[in-house]
């Protein structure tokens, strides 16, 4: 006789997302200021998201963080795409992230200047984020 699998105990579980309250950051600063949440907490999350080199701090899973420093000293025709892709990458390894949207790239000499936005749980934000290349 086969055991049949029953998928009742499914329906007794609530799924929980996971709430945005975190400390904040003074960035400027370099201290840590109260709390926030919501619609800042996001910000600071995709901050810090944006700000850690992948692969580079043992604390971090390899899911967290950007990979930008492969991108230093290639041409401008491979890093704007790629830097998209990464963004997007990093970003939605967070699943409070839902979709990154509408890039707009500006580049000077050593530096490029990406515009987008991230549709979150809690909204809308718009991102600015500057490379050096």
């Given at each position: 006789m086969i055991p049949s699998?029953?998928?009742?105990?499914?329906?007794?579980?609530d799924i929980i997302t996971?709430?945005?309250k975190t400390y904040k950051l003074d960035i400027e600063k370099n201290t840590i200021v109260g709390y926030c949440d919501g619609i800042e907490a996001m910000q600071?999350?995709?901050?810090?998201?944006?700000n850690t080199e992948r692969f580079d701090y043992l604390i971090y899973s390899w899911n967290y963080g950007i990979e930008?420093?492969?991108?230093?000293?290639?041409?401008?025709?491979?890093?704007?795409?790629?830097?998209e892709r990464v963004i997007k990458e990093a970003l939605l390894q967070d699943d409070r992230i839902t979709e990154?949207?509408?890039?707009?790239?500006?580049?000077?000499k050593d530096t490029v200047t990406v515009h987008f936005k991230a549709i979150t749980n809690v909204g809308e934000i718009e991102i600015e984020k500057v490379v050096s290349i």
């Open positions: 699998v029953q998928d009742d105990l499914q329906e007794d579980f996971q709430p945005t600071q999350a995709i901050y810090k998201i944006l930008i420093k492969n991108l230093i000293g290639e041409e401008m025709t491979l890093v704007i795409p790629e830097l990154v949207t509408d890039f707009e790239f500006e580049h000077d």
